[in-house]
């Protein structure tokens, strides 16, 4: 097995494995992979989502799917913007019938969900992309799949253990 290691360019290069693998040789290969493979999975989401639908809106929509009644500035947290910007992004979407805005008395405490349109819309581009997604792994081996799927699980665990309630299935 081979480890990267940056070259003087700062770049990565293969050596072989010297010795234990740190916590911190596993952080800097994420940091180089995860990036890359979620701009994959965000192109082929977007390649099938809704038309003329932005990526924090789409970003906004999963968050909702996976938070339903979820509050304006959770959303807002979630996405890092303002909740001014929030607000106004929610409502062209509450006014497309994508979103349902649930008033409480207060309006304050506005939470929102997705439409059955919404849910719809999401449902079927998640599976394109996750049939996408199984396209590219059938280079892998029955022995690779299965590293690939012990070690998603490993991370999932890892994540949710430390506080982040990360679900990798649940991510898309």
Same mark, same amino acid.
Request: proline content about 2%; cysteine-free; charged content about 25%.
């Given at each position: 097995m081979k480890q990267l290691a940056y070259d003087n360019n700062m770049l990565f290069k293969e050596e072989p494995l010297r010795g234990q693998i740190q916590p911190a040789d596993c952080s800097a290969r994420l940091l180089e992979v995860v990036p890359s493979i979620m701009r994959h999975i965000? &192109?082929? %989401?977007?390649?099938?989502?809704?038309? /003329?639908? !932005?990526?924090?809106?789409f970003r906004a929509l999963n968050y909702l799917r996976r938070h339903p009644d979820a509050s304006l500035s959770s959303v807002a947290e979630h996405l890092g913007l303002t909740p001014p910007t929030v607000s106004k992004m929610i409502q062209k979407l509450v006014e497309q019938g994508i979103i349902i805005r649930n008033s409480a008395s207060d309006r =304050?405490?506005?939470?929102?969900?997705?439409? *059955?349109? /919404?849910?719809? *819309?999401? !449902?079927? *581009? =998640?599976?394109? !992309? =996750?049939?996408? %997604? *199984?396209?590219?792994? &059938?280079t892998l081996s029955q022995e690779e799949l299965k590293h690939l799927l012990s070690t998603l699980e490993i991370l999932e665990h890892v994540f949710s253990k430390n /506080? !982040?309630?990360?679900?990798?299935?649940q991510t898309l």
């Open positions: 965000r &192109k082929e %989401l977007r390649s099938r989502a809704m038309q /003329g639908l !932005t990526v924090p809106q =304050r405490q506005v939470r929102l969900s997705l439409s *059955a349109a /919404g849910i719809s *819309a999401l !449902t079927q *581009a =998640r599976e394109e !992309t =996750r049939k996408q %997604l *199984a396209e590219n792994l &059938k /506080g !982040t309630n990360v679900n990798i299935s």
